[in-house]
């Protein structure tokens, strides 16, 4: 399947320009048609990637990681792109992996495709995996179904199935919403083992209000 004119990669950022200029040059050599989604940077953030390829959306403050991925699923859906890899602007996703995805997606019988990081969560701050594997833990739970890496921002979905759906949530919560309502909808869903790179820089998750937010969205109705 000729997939760079059939999927498009948006990545959402929020203050990375010592990554993000890189990354989209990477993955460019993949998949050449990139968005990122600048989430009211105050960096270079979005004059960086311009110059590295993408096309570049920016929101003039913050509206979260979820709103930013909407956009840019959103500008890709009305392009006519069927399909869409999301990446984080961090770096913390390796582009080698991209060829993962695509393979799977190539067996045409998967509509959402996540990263799994904890195959080899090696690297990955004690913290941040507990928090994970207990929040998958919850959503396998109230789907029914094994999801063992229900936060990774690293995926690919067909976004015929996506434009169906109705989705809520503008911030971090936004990785375990989509799983949750792809397997709602009777979609079909898998996991690829992917790397996992941590470098020092401060997480964009703020561990309480973060967790307070998905914590909100997980026992409101709409997620159900």
Request: charge should be positive; proline fraction near 5%; include cysteine.
């Amino acid at each position: 399947m000729e997939w760079s004119s059939r999927c498009a990669v948006v990545i959402p950022c929020l203050n990375e320009a010592e990554s993000v200029g890189p990354l989209v040059q990477e993955v460019r050599k993949v998949l050449p048609a990139v968005w990122v989604i600048d989430d009211g940077s105050m960096d270079k953030s979005s004059e960086l990637a311009r110059k590295a390829g993408a096309t570049v959306l920016r929101f003039e403050r913050s509206r979260g990681k979820g709103a930013a991925l909407k956009a840019g699923w959103r500008a890709a859906w009305e392009g006519g792109i069927p399909w869409v890899l999301s990446m984080d602007g961090d770096g913390q996703h390796a582009p080698g992996d991209i060829s993962r995805f695509l393979t799977r997606a190539a067996r045409g019988d998967v509509d959402l495709i996540v990263g799994n990081r904890m195959a080899q969560p090696t690297g990955m701050p004690w913290l941040r995996r507990s928090v994970n594997q207990w929040m998958s833990r919850k959503l396998s739970r109230a789907a029914g179904f094994p999801i063992p890496d229900s936060q990774c921002g690293f995926r690919m979905m067909r976004l015929e199935a996506w434009s169906r759906l109705e989705l809520h949530t503008d911030h971090f919560e936004i990785e375990s919403e989509v799983v949750l309502a792809f397997l709602k909808a009777g979609l079909n869903v898998d996991f690829v083992p992917i790397e996992v790179i941590y470098r020092e820089e401060e997480s964009k998750i703020h561990p309480i209000r973060d967790t307070w937010r998905w914590f909100c969205w997980f026992w409101s109705g709409r997620r159900t």
